[in-house]
C-alpha cells in the first residue's frame, strides 16, 4: 500500500519556537538567550520555549518550576497573546496567497494542499517551501520549518525532522523509509492507552504496526480506530486538507490503565488535563468563560459538571482551580476510570489586566508592600510593576519591566525595529513611566 498518493503533496508549515521566537523579535535584547514563556505563579506552565532553552531539555507543557531549574540562566516572561496573534494572522495571511487549500491549525501551523504542485518533482516541493519560507522571513522576522509529503500525517513528521529553520521533504514511495524506524506514538491517534495496547504485543514502531493484518489491529483496537491507524502507519493518508471552522471548544481527556481510588491521584490528573486543555487555549489565540469536568467512574457511569465566569481568562491557576473544585462534587463511589476538562465559551483574547495572572490582585500587592520602600506607592497596585510588562516613558520610548523591587524597576527599552536598547533603572512611581500596548513592541 506504500506509495498510494496519487501524485499529491501536503505540506505543513511550523512556526519555530513561536512564542519565545516572538519575545526574541519584539525584544532584542534576548535573541540568542534561553527565553521560557509562561505562568510566572508556583504553578506554572512553560508555554512555549526558545530553542537555547530546548538544548537544556526544558519543553512547553512543563512545570515552570522544573524548566527554571533546568535553564537557571533562562529570561522567563508571561504569554502576550494579544501580540502572537497578529503575528500569526500576517504569517497565514502569506501562506493563503499561495493558493490551495489551507488548513491552519493553531496561531503557529498549518496544513497547506498548493494546486500547482500536484504531480510535481521533489525538487519542485522544496523550491515552493524554501520561496515560502523567504518570503514569511522577509515579512515578519521569523523563521519557519516546512515538511511535505503525500499526506498530512507525513508533512507533520516531515516538519518535525526540518526543525529549526529548515525544509524536509519526503519523496513519493521513500515513506516506508521514514515511517518504519518511528515509535508507534508518533502516529496521529494513539495515546497512552493504545500505546500501552501496542506495546503488550510487541509493537513498538510504526513499522511493525504495518506489518500486523489489518483483522489484528482491529482486534487490539478497534475498528475504526485500527483501519485508520493500520492505513496511516503504511503511509496511507487520504484526508483532505480543508479550512476549519473555528472551534467551540478546547479539551484534553485520558482513559486510566487502572482506576484511581484517591482524592489526591484524581486531583493531580484533572490539573494534567488542565494543563493540556489550557495549551491549546493559547494556541488557539483565545481565552475561556466555561471550564467543564467529565468523570467517568468504574461503573462506566459518566459525570460532568461546569462553571461559567462573566469574563474570559487565560490564566491555567484560576482554570486548574475551578476544575478541580468541580471534580469534588463529580467523584464516584467507585474509582475514576476517565477524567476529562475542556474549556469553552471561547472569545477573542484581550489584553488582561496586570493580575489576570497566575497571581493574584492581593497576594501581588503584598510582595509590592513587602518589597517596595517608595512611601505611599508601596500599596498601590497599579505601580506593581511585573517581569514582562510592556511600558512607555515619555522621554525613553516603548520598553519592557526586566525586574523590580525596592522601590525601583528596571525597564529595557527597545522594539523589534530598534536593535537591542538601554536598560534603564527608574523609581516605581516615576510619572513618566506608564503602562503600554504590547502591540507597539512591534513597531
Known amino acids: 500500500m506504500f506509495g498510494d498518493h496519487g501524485g499529491r503533496w501536503v505540506l505543513h508549515l511550523d512556526v519555530d519556537a513561536f512564542f519565545a521566537s516572538v519575545e526574541q523579535l519584539t525584544r532584542p535584547t534576548l535573541t540568542g538567550r534561553p527565553v521560557l514563556v509562561g505562568g510566572l505563579g508556583p504553578r506554572g506552565v512553560v508555554a512555549g520555549a526558545s530553542y537555547e532553552s530546548r538544548v537544556h531539555g526544558a519543553r512547553s507543557a512543563m512545570p515552570m518550576s522544573r524548566a527554571r531549574r533546568l535553564v537557571p540562566d533562562a529570561v522567563v516572561l508571561p504569554p502576550r497573546i494579544a501580540v502572537y496573534r497578529v503575528l500569526s494572522e500576517r504569517v497565514f495571511d502569506l501562506v493563503r496567497q499561495c493558493g490551495g487549500a489551507v488548513e491552519q491549525i493553531s496561531v503557529d501551523e498549518a496544513f497547506i494542499e498548493p494546486a500547482g504542485l500536484a ?13 515560502l519560507r523567504a518570503r514569511i522571513k522577509a515579512a515578519t522576522g521569523l523563521t519557519c520549518s516546512v515538511g511535505a509529503g503525500s499526506g498530512k500525517q ?95 471548544q478546547v479539551s484534553a481527556e485520558t482513559t486510566f490503565d487502572t482506576d484511581l481510588s ?24 483565545r481565552a475561556a468563560r466555561t471550564v467543564t469536568v467529565k468523570i467517568r467512574g468504574a461503573d462506566f457511569a459518566t459525570r460532568s459538571r461546569s462553571e461559567t465566569t462573566p469574563t474570559a481568562s487565560t490564566s491555567l491557576t484560576v482554570l486548574t482551580a475551578t476544575a478541580q473544585r468541580l471534580t469534588e462534587g463529580a467523584l464516584p463511589d467507585s474509582g475514576v476510570r476517565l477524567i476529562g476538562v475542556s474549556l469553552s465559551g471561547l472569545a477573542d483574547f484581550v ?20 518589597q517596595d520602600t517608595g512611601g505611599a506607592t508601596a500599596a498601590d497596585p497599579t505601580r506593581a510593576w511585573r517581569p ?56
Not at 483483522?215 to 485500527?226: D, K
Not at 488542565?274 to 489565540?285: C, D, F, K, T, V
Request: hydrophobic fraction near 40%; charge should be negative.
Open 119 to 131: 504531480g510535481a518533482a521533489p525538487n519542485a516541493v522544496t523550491d515552493t517551501a524554501e520561496r
Open 154 to 248: 507525513l508533512a507533520k513528521i516531515a516538519s518535525t525532522m526540518a526543525k529549526p529553520d529548515g525544509v524536509r521533504v519526503v519523496p513519493h514511495g521513500a515513506e516506508r523509509d521514514v515511517l518504519s524506524p518511528l515509535p508507534v506514538r508518533k502516529l496521529w491517534g494513539v495515546g497512552p492507552v493504545a500505546e500501552a495496547t501496542l506495546r503488550r504485543v510487541g509493537v513498538e514502531t510504526i513499522g511493525a504496526l504495518a506489518a500486523l493484518q489489518p483483522a489484528e489491529v482491529v482486534a487490539l483496537l478497534g475498528n475504526a480506530l485500527g483501519i485508520e491507524l493500520h492505513g496511516l502507519a503504511q503511509g496511507v493518508d487520504r484526508r483532505p486538507v480543508a479550512q476549519r471552522g473555528e472551534a467551540k
Open 262 to 285: 484517591d482524592v489526591s491521584s484524581v486531583r493531580r490528573a484533572v490539573a494534567e488535563m488542565a494543563e493540556h486543555a489550557h495549551r491549546r487555549l493559547l494556541a488557539s489565540g
Open 351 to 370: 489584553q488582561p489586566p496586570l493580575f489576570d495572572t497566575d497571581t493574584t490582585q492581593a497576594a501581588l500587592t503584598e510582595e509590592v508592600v513587602e
Open 388 to 443: 514582562g510588562d510592556d511600558v512607555h516613558h515619555s522621554t525613553y520610548g516603548h520598553g519592557w519591566v526586566q525586574g523590580s523591587g525596592h522601590g525601583r524597576v528596571t525597564v529595557r527599552f527597545e522594539t523589534r525595529n530598534t536593535g537591542p536598547g538601554p536598560a534603564r533603572t527608574l523609581s516605581v512611581a516615576d510619572p513618566a513611566l506608564t503602562r503600554a500596548d504590547p502591540l507597539a513592541s512591534l513597531e
